[in-house]
T-cell receptor, first 112, second 118 residues
Framework: SQQGEEDPQALSIQEGENATMNCSYK?????LQWYRQNSGRGLVHLIL?????REKHSGRLRVTLDTSKKSSSLLITASRAADTASYFC????????????FGSGTRLLVRP | GAVVSQHPSRVICKSGTSVKIECRSL??????MFWYRQFPKQSLMLMAT?????????EQGVEKDKFLINHASLTLSTLTVTSAHPEDSSFYIC??????????????FGAGTRLSVL
């Protein structure tokens, strides 16, 4: 079952601005991942943060994790029109299964 | 590396026919493959998990006789939607995990198959 909730559901920003998406989950996790999906396509893995990590960077992406609040955020800095996509957080449960439990997703539109 | 190919990308079929979707890992051996279903503007719902050589594990509410999964090799899994009906119309996506330390939690996704049942 879907356990994560993301907000906002949709976000529209101007090119060059930063985009922040938030994810909340319900149970203990092994790690949390962020994926990107272009319209009508498969998903692409962006970044993984382990339960004992608090922040991680990859290029223009910055992810934070607060296990006490069961929440994570994804920040995309200096956004580009090509960043337009849906972004999903996904958690790996702490029971060591390999399943990914996806959040509801944020649809990001970056206006040129 | 870690490319997953899914075929076909789109299929339109008549009600009552069966449709097979293939998922291949092109440059790695897939420890586990997953099948998801996605409705428009919604998240991915896991349907089943399959490991090579063993029966698939289906999520609650997914009919295993309706959605047949065969994982014949470490690089190929197939999903067959049997006797498809219009309510089966959806976007189906497969993914695979690689063996080896550090890779097992990351899933590599196919491009998806849009199924339309008339």
């Amino acid at each position: 079952s879907q356990q994560g909730e993301e907000d906002p559901q949709a976000l529209s920003i101007q090119e060059g601005e930063n985009a922040t998406m938030n994810c909340s989950y319900k149970t203990s996790i092994n790690n949390l991942q962020w994926y990107r999906q272009n319209s009508g396509r498969g998903l692409v893995h962006l970044i993984l943060i382990r339960s004992n990590e608090r922040e991680k960077h990859s290029g223009r992406l910055r992810v934070t994790l607060d296990t006490s609040k069961k929440s994570s955020s994804l920040l995309i800095t200096a956004s580009r029109a090509a960043d337009t996509a849906s972004y999903f957080c996904a958690t790996v449960p702490g029971d060591s299964s390999y399943k990914l439990i996806f959040g509801s997703g944020t649809r990001l539109l970056v206006r040129p | 590396g870690a490319v997953v190919s899914q075929h076909p990308s789109r299929v339109i079929c008549k009600s009552g026919t069966s449709v097979k979707i293939e998922c291949r890992s092109l440059d790695f051996q897939a420890t586990t493959m997953f099948w998801y279903r996605q409705f428009p503007k919604q998240s991915l719902m896991l349907m089943a998990t399959s490991n090579e050589g063993s029966k698939a594990t289906y999520e609650q509410g997914v009919e295993k006789d309706k959605f047949l999964i065969n994982h014949a090799s470490l690089t190929l899994s197939t999903l067959t939607v049997t006797s498809a009906h219009p309510e089966d119309s959806s976007f189906y996506i497969c993914s695979a995990t690689r063996s080896g330390t550090g890779f097992k939690n990351i899933q590599y996704f196919g491009a998806g198959t849009r199924l339309s049942v008339l």
